[in-house]
């Protein structure tokens, strides 16, 4: 059974299906045994659509024809203009299905006995008409248009087909309506209007097969050696990601009628590649395509260090050189897919490799460029020479097309930086970072990497206004994502912590631990000995808060600690070392934390000013503040562990909050 007629069956049963209960006819009250007639008349109907549905379901035209054609009769009798409207869709269901099992007569008598159908069904859609319910007569209209283009009358079926009224029906159902019309479009010789409508179907359904296979053989019928349109629609199902029948469908048919349109080929190893990374199953699917492509395939595959530093004419199949004997446009793809595959081999030279290829052949192709951004070093150098003179391409692109220019200024400059830094490369580099910036700034997709990466360029350059201008620029940027705190800020922020709960109960234990040890021992024991030694403590405590206030002012980075978005305890607790060691500034530039460590040892330093000279930890020596020093910084990062690890919600939340 044809698709077409598959589609035609289940419409018809699935209208028939959504009948709803008829309304209780009023009973003639002149007539005692009206309601009993009623009844039954209304039985036989109810059992006729459903019978004309079953038949429908196992095929049998001329059973549910009759059955429909009975449930006709009940329902005008009854007066239910509902159900008769649902068994009128029915009967023309039937019909198309009749006339679709002969097609392939030709015989006189079944030409007469298609025209009496025809004759038939256009009297089944009229009444579906003047029963005047919007729905039904979309379904009549495409059933009586499927009828007449099953019965060799191709202009009355697209007048009818043409003039459907999709908004009338469910979204879900309209991609059936479109692709009648299209074949209607089809069979009128009308092949650009037929391939509108198609392509529409596709955008909607890209999984309805129907659609592709009629598609391409519109484009089929052009007798071109290629068909750059079929491509493109090969390419946007294996982009979308959510057909793979189609897709494979799509790029199946463009093997067998173009074997040898690099385009195609090209398709068909990035099709195979989605199926399976590695293109170990490349056979399979590329069984229709010339052997040569299947041989360098596995040539790159089999042996990728092959690729570093060969000829890149060399790994290239002849269907992707033209005339002249140079490589066509669709090399750089070729490449392209390669890289990909040696990437998921974990081949990274060869990988990289093949990008640097991909980008050779195409200074316009942003995918390869990205993923040399990513590249090693001296496998991202191979592209400078060409990313120079390739940017000022760009820049023209830039006003058609910003979002691929931005793609690709934002790759090179990723490249450029570590390559080929402002202070060696000059204006170069600063040109193409300038160019990305100003790029983020049209399609409002910023990335506060390149901008960090354009102000130190610029700070590079000894240019220092540029440089504040675009530090601004930065801060801006960032200030919806992250809140940096003014010096007033900062002095009130460690004035608060030099007296808030949890630094009292940090000099609370301190205090406890060295009446332990006995440290120093001039202190002595007792309520006495502790309440020195807390002062002590709570004294050091302020000088440091005091000197991370300067200090980070000095700096210029923010002493706050920030939780980690990422999961995992070791990442997160990596997150809480690098804070130890680490700050970020206002632009979320990172510094060593200088201010954190200076403070830390500076405070327990300055301490030994009222410290008695001693052995012990608490007394004044060359090694003891140190050791407070280092011990400080220990209590740092548990306090920072315990506001990444601890649960910030309900009243716990607020508990932590007040401690740490």
């Known amino acids: 059974m044809s698709a077409l007629r598959l589609f035609a069956l289940l419409f018809a049963i699935a209208i028939v299906a959504v009948a709803q209960e008829p309304p209780k006819t009023r009973e003639d009250p002149n007539t005692s045994t009206g ?26 035209g001329d059973a549910a024809l009759a059955l429909f054609v009975s449930a006709i009769e009940n329902a005008r009798e009854l007066n239910e203009s509902r159900a008769e409207g649902d068994a009128l869709i029915g009967a023309l269901a039937a019909l198309d299905l009749i006339l679709s099992k002969n097609d392939t007569r030709n015989d006189t008598g079944s030409a007469l006995e298609a025209a009496e159908r025809v004759r038939t069904a256009d009297a089944y859609y009229h009444a579906v008409e003047k029963l005047g319910e919007g729905r039904n007569i979309q379904y009549a209209r495409n059933l009586a248009g499927l009828i007449h283009l099953r019965a060799g009358e191709p202009k009355r079926a697209l007048e009818l087909l043409s003039a459907l009224d999709d908004s009338a029906v469910e979204a879900n159902e309209r991609f059936v309506f479109g692709f009648n019309a299209g074949r209607a479009l089809e069979v009128n010789g009308l092949p650009d209007q037929a391939e509108q409508k198609y392509r529409t179907v596709i955008s909607s359904r890209p999984d ?10 519109v484009y089929d019928a052009e007798a071109k050696r290629t068909s750059p349109r079929a491509v493109a629609v090969c390419s946007e199902l294996l982009r979308g990601g959510k057909a793979p029948k189609s897709t494979a469908l799509c790029i199946r048919t463009l093997l067998s009628k173009w074997p040898n349109d690099s385009a195609a080929l090209v398709l068909a190893v990035e099709y195979n590649q989605s199926v399976d990374p590695a293109l170990s199953n490349a056979d399979s699917f590329l069984a229709s395509a010339p052997s040569e492509l299947r041989q360098r395939l596995h040539d790159i595959l089999d042996a990728p260090n092959r690729l570093v530093g060969g000829k890149a004419k060399d790994f290239l199949p002849r269907e992707f050189f033209d005339e002249s004997g140079e490589p ?10 390669m890289g990909r595959a040696l990437e998921y081999r974990d081949a990274d030279d060869a990988a990289a490799a093949a990008f640097a290829l991909a980008f050779e052949f195409d200074t316009n192709n942003a995918d390869a460029l990205e993923h040399l951004s990513h590249a090693s070093e001296s496998a991202a150098s191979q592209v400078v020479p060409l990313i120079y003179p390739a940017s ?38 600063r040109a193409i970072l300038q160019t990305a910036v100003d790029l983020q700034k049209r399609t409002e997709n910023f990335s506060p990497d390149l901008q960090r990466e354009y102000v130190r360029c610029l700070s590079d350059s000894s240019e220092a206004q540029a440089a504040t201008d675009a530090r601004k620029d930065l801060r801006s940027m960032l200030a919806g994502q992250h809140s940096f ?13 030099s007296y808030y709960l949890g630094g009292w109960l940090k000099s609370v234990a301190q205090a406890g631990v060295l009446l332990l040890l006995h440290s120093p021992e001039e202190w002595g024991q007792g309520a006495k000995g502790y309440g020195q030694r807390l002062a002590s403590s709570q004294a050091a405590r302020s000088i440091r808060q005091m000197m991370s206030a300067q200090l980070t002012i000095v700096q210029g980075v923010e002493p706050r600690f920030t939780r980690s978005d990422k999961r995992g305890v070791w990442a997160r607790t990596r997150s809480v070392l690098l804070q130890e060691v680490r700050s970020h500034d206002d ?6 934390a200088l201010w954190r460590w200076a403070s830390a040892y500076g405070s327990e330093l300055t301490s030994n000013a009222w410290r008695p000279r001693g052995p012990g930890i608490g007394s004044n020596n060359g090694t003891a503040w140190l050791v407070r020093g280092s011990l400080v910084l220990v209590g740092d990062i548990t306090s920072n562990m315990m506001r990444e690890f601890l649960p910030r919600k309900y009243w716990i939340g607020r508990l932590i909050g007040v401690f740490f």
């Open 328 to 337: 066509s446009a669709n090399a750089s793809k070729w490449f392209e897919v």
């Open 392 to 429: 000022k391409q760009w820049t023209e692109i830039a006003h058609t097309d910003p979002d691929m220019a931005r793609r690709l200024f934002n790759a090179a400059a990723g490249i450029v930086v570590r390559v080929s830094p402002c202070l060696t490369a000059g204006t170069r580099t």
């Open 208 to 217: 309805y097969e129907p659609a592709v296979e009629a598609l391409m053989r």
């Open 35 to 60: 309601g009993v007639a009623g009844d039954s008349r209304r039985e036989k109907l109810d059992v006729s659509l459903q019978s004309g549905r079953e038949a429908l379901g196992r095929e049998q």
């Open 485 to 497: 705190m003014t010096p007033a800020e900062k002095w009130k922020y460690f004035g608060q912590r």
């Open 587 to 592: 632009v979320m530039g990172w510094h060593p």
